[in-house]
């Protein structure tokens, strides 16, 4: 109830904001830890870029927040989810379900099995509109027309009535958008939202999402491990890895200047025209198993500037300074030597 | 590098250049989806469109018997018919399959009695879907302590052999209707719906668009009854028809035994019960309605078979 009284923008208040949170899942092998500390805050308007590979707990955090983690065996061990303001973690569930869709919508990644095959897309587009707000059947069809159009589907007054598989991948994908946006939310969690697409067709599904993002003025949560999606339409960065945020910095301070041996690693196996005919390099070994974390910086075993420190300590998140000493706006590293690294 | 170049313009360097068709989806047609396409698959199947006729009749026959035959099945004439031959010539007539020892028409006694087995039969599969699909959905969706409890009471009512379960508890009513059968028959034959809907549905329900409906706020009810169970459902309904058969052969076996219906119910299994006695003088008395009950069946049995064809894509 109090969600809605503070619907107004409340300055200094981020739109939704994680904080601390720590996600565990209950395995054979002990307690996995997928998420162990991750803060990250997103404001209207703005994208953030949640960067990191398979595992690295980045697709849990975002569960975590719509309430969709399956629990058991998953398990919320301490951390806050506020939206404006408010810890979404602690809301009653019927409360919390009336969040979910309508402030804080998710996009999936495979848009044909996050479709129902046996209603037609005008159905479930509509379902977004008879849930929350009680439209009648013919209401919630009209709506569903409107939004088809709204991310550019051809004929969608003859196509609304059409089932998920008549539709191509990016059209599936359009409508995936669709929904998510159905209700005019204020966050939208889109989870790797084309890595199933073609890339010709990833373009133009990601050029829509950022140009609705920029009219409807919503806070996106972008969820991907492919750098060159991140480059064009991410704000700022939160770089993961063993469920952990390693480094978080503008997109360009990013790309330009990386933080952490991690992140510079990740940039350097990115495929360039100026490096044609040299071996293409690549971060060694695996990313740890999350029942055995190794101590320390989790990154350690891979990393190739790792002495003692990092074996033992783990790092705490530092606030990252230029040469000169002046600290550098909104980046924030988790690396003993994260000056050799910027510098170096 | 135009070496390079040229050779990603055209893949299949020498042969006729293939054009990459991007974002062509299935053409935009009218709408198919597993219900449509398994009707289209079906009507044009001889072994669908013939038990589906079969039994259209056999519904015709149990709503109105009256259509059919002229005589009343208790009309009883013991000076002119007793065990009188069939005139197989006389089509459709009292006579036609012959008169049993009580000079009643075996040719109306026939049709009267369908309407025992199909309202039993469609009477048990109903209860039985409904309520076995609710404990298996539940079951399934809920899982945990729920679903350990559902299991464990499917489980005991599993270990109960169907036939004589029923024979135990039809036996404890003096009188019995039809109905007596259908509640003892769908007490004891709800738990394989249940099963096969608990498995179905713990596999629909890890799906994406059960996630997706959830993440988008749509509640309990709603998932279950408009993402799961229409999606669930398949399976299910092709082990329904499959049982409906079963059900109608129960119901003929008990009348059988002399512990399904009582009279004055007319039911072919009470029929073939009393003609038992004769087959070495009268055989035709068993003969005729043991017949038309496997027809009957074979008729379910089938339609069921063509359905799960249908709706199975692996097995197409």
């Not at chain 2, 009749?57 to 004439?77: C, H, K, N, Q």
């Not at chain 2, 988008?216 to 329904?240: C, D, E, F, Q, Y």
Request: proline residues 6%; aromatic residues 8%.
């Amino acid at each position: 109830m109090s969600i809605e009284m503070t619907k107004a923008e409340t300055p200094g208040v981020p739109l939704l904001e994680v904080r601390d949170l720590h996600v565990e899942f209950r395995t054979r092998e002990g307690a996995a830890k997928a998420v162990n500390g991750v803060s990250y805050s997103v404001d209207a308007g703005e994208t953030l870029a949640v960067l990191g590979e398979s595992g690295s707990g980045k697709s849990v955090t975002a569960q975590t927040i719509m309430g969709i983690l399956d629990t058991p065996p998953g398990r919320v061990t301490g951390g806050q989810i506020l939206y404006r303001g408010e810890d979404l973690l602690t809301l009653p569930e019927e409360a919390r379900r009336r969040v979910r869709g309508d402030k804080i919508a998710m996009i999936f990644q495979d848009a044909l099995s996050a479709l129902n095959p046996v209603l037609t897309v005008g159905n479930q587009l509509g379902e977004m509109f008879r849930v929350h707000r009680g439209f009648s059947r013919k209401a919630a069809k009209a709506k569903a027309v409107e939004l088809m159009d709204r991310v550019r589907i051809p004929a969608a007054k003859e196509r609304v009535n059409d089932y998920p598989h008549q539709f191509s991948g990016g059209m599936r994908q359009r409508i995936m958008i669709a929904m998510a946006l159905a209700l005019e939310p204020d966050v939208i969690i889109a989870d790797e939202p084309t890595t199933a697409l073609d890339v010709t067709v990833q373009a133009q599904v990601m050029d829509l999402l950022a140009e609705l993002q920029r009219d409807f003025h919503m806070g996106l949560i972008l969820i991907t491990h492919d750098l060159g999606v991140v480059a064009d339409v991410a704000d700022k960065i939160a770089v993961m890895y063993a469920g952990r945020i390693v480094e978080n910095a503008p997109v360009h301070e990013l790309y330009k200047r990386p933080a952490h041996p991690y992140t510079r690693g990740l940039l350097d196996s990115i495929p360039r025209l100026d490096h044609k005919g040299k071996e293409l390099y690549a971060i060694k070994g695996l990313p740890p198993s999350l029942t055995a974390i190794p101590s320390g910086c989790a990154f350690n075993p891979r990393c190739a500037m790792a002495q003692d420190i990092c074996r033992t300590d783990v790092p705490a998140q530092v606030d990252v300074t230029e040469r000169d000493g002046s600290p550098l706006g909104g980046r924030s590293s988790a690396c003993h030597f994260w000056k050799e690294t910027i510098h170096g | 590098m135009p070496d390079a170049l040229e050779k990603e313009a055209v893949p299949t360097a020498g042969g006729p250049a293939t054009v990459a068709v991007v974002e062509a989806g299935p053409a935009p047609g009218r709408a198919r989806s597993l219900w449509s396409d398994a009707w289209r698959d079906l009507r044009r199947k001889p072994t669908f469109v013939i038990p589906a006729f079969v039994i259209a009749l056999l519904l015709v026959m149990a709503a109105f018997p009256g259509w059919f035959t002229s005589v009343s099945p208790r009309e009883a004439d013991l000076a002119n018919n007793f065990l009188r031959e069939p005139e197989l010539t006389h089509f459709f007539s009292p006579e036609w399959l012959g008169y049993n020892q009580q000079g009643q028409s075996i040719y109306a006694r026939m049709i009267y009695g369908t309407r025992a087995s199909i309202v039993i039969g469609i009477s048990v599969t109903a209860l039985v879907l409904v309520f076995g699909s609710l404990v298996g959905m539940l079951a399934g969706y809920f899982g945990g302590w729920i679903d350990g409890l559902l299991s464990r009471v499917i489980d005991i009512f599993l270990g109960i052999p169907f036939l004589l379960g029923a024979m135990v508890v039809l036996v404890s009513f003096d009188t019995r209707t039809e109905w007596t059968v259908i509640l003892a028959l769908a007490f004891l034959g709800w738990t394989t719906i249940a099963r096969v809907m608990r498995g179905s549905v713990i596999s629909i329900k890890q799906s994406d668009y059960v996630v997706a409906a959830r993440s988008l706020g749509a509640g309990t009810w709603r998932i279950l009854l408009r993402h799961v169970l229409p999606n669930a459902a398949a399976p299910v309904i092709v082990v329904a028809m499959i049982a409906l058969g079963g059900y109608i052969t129960a119901e003929a076996v008990l009348s059988f035994l002399g512990i399904g219906l009582t009279e004055p119910a007319i039911s072919w299994g009470g029929d073939i019960n009393r003609a038992g006695g004769q087959i070495r003088t009268a055989s035709f008395l068993l003969l005729y309605p043991s017949l038309l009950l496997g027809i009957t069946i074979l008729s379910f049995l089938m339609l069921g078979d063509a359905v799960r064809d249908a709706l199975d894509p692996k097995l197409r």
